[in-house]
């Protein structure tokens, strides 16, 4: 065998190693339980990833969603990465009155994520295997991820609102730029064919109001109808996706 078999032996094993271990893309819905106090807890992660930054939502935990509600919404994840094998993020939730951030590290193979995650003084941890859901093999027909703009009209002014959105299966988390709470994060987002819903928080004149977005995506344009959640206030808004500019 020649030095140079040898070498493009070597270099075919080299990238077959780096493909192999580059292959594992977070984004779709992944599903595991812990045991907690005796009890098996179930827990779905719909998770996002581009250039190693990942993004998504975990559900299944008790989450302060205003003032002193506590409901089991979907928690937005914070500071999610990839970094080889290794993805790590945080997120809040509340348990007997008290909000926790939560830690999470996991190792990933192939279809699944084996995470040790806790509080994040290290008071209490548990392990969580997470495997990929079937239904994350059929990607949406619509992908809303990107950046959206438009304006609307508020006592005869133009105001102009950006909407950061990223789509992790039928899950939209992101935000909302332009409004007087701003970037006020998106709660809930979903996408159902070419329906996107979700709702914000915003204040106005010292009072926080519930803002609900229901839009029908077109091509590269969705036509929202939002407003207040009691219904006394409401507005239209035509949001076109911001292309990238091309590069000479």
């Known amino acids: 065998m020649t030095m140079k078999t040898i070498t493009a032996i070597g270099l075919v094993l080299f990238l077959a190693v780096a493909v192999k271990a580059r292959a594992a ?15 098996s807890i179930p827990l779905t992660l719909h ?5 190693s930054a990942v993004t998504g939502t975990v559900e299944g935990l008790p989450t302060r969603t205003s003032g002193l509600h506590v409901a089991m919404t979907p928690a937005e994840i914070h500071d999610g990465k990839l970094a080889g094998n290794t ?27 084996a995470f040790t995650f806790g509080t994040h003084d290290g008071s209490w941890s548990s392990l969580l295997n997470v495997t990929r859901s079937a ?21 005869g002014n133009s105001v ?7 789509q992790a299966g039928a899950v939209v988390t992101g935000t909302v730029e332009g409004l007087p709470t701003t970037p006020a994060a998106i709660h ?7 329906s ?10 010292d009072e926080t109001y ?7 995506i077109n091509a590269e344009k969705i036509q929202f109808n939002f407003g207040t959640d009691d219904g006394g206030w409401g507005a239209t808004l035509t949001a076109t996706k911001d292309m990238p500019a091309m590069t000479q």
Do not use: C, H
């Open 25 to 39: 893309d977070l984004s779709g819905t992944w599903k595991g339980s812990f045991e907690f106090n005796g009890d």
């Open 47 to 51: 998770l996002a990833e581009a250039d």
């Open 87 to 113: 993805v790590t993020f945080w997120m809040n939730t509340d348990y007997q009155g008290t909000t926790y951030r939560l830690d999470y590290s996991g190792k990933v193979t192939e279809d699944q994520i």
């Open 135 to 155: 239904e994350a093999q059929t990607p949406a027909a619509t992908d809303v991820t990107g950046t959206w703009k438009g304006t609307f009209d508020f006592d």
């Open 160 to 166: 102009p609102l950006t909407f950061q959105l990223t």
């Open 188 to 194: 809930d987002g979903k996408l159902d064919g070419d």
């Open 196 to 205: 996107v819903t979700f709702w914000v928080n915003t204040d106005y004149q």
């Open 210 to 216: 519930k803002l609900v977005y229901n839009g029908k």
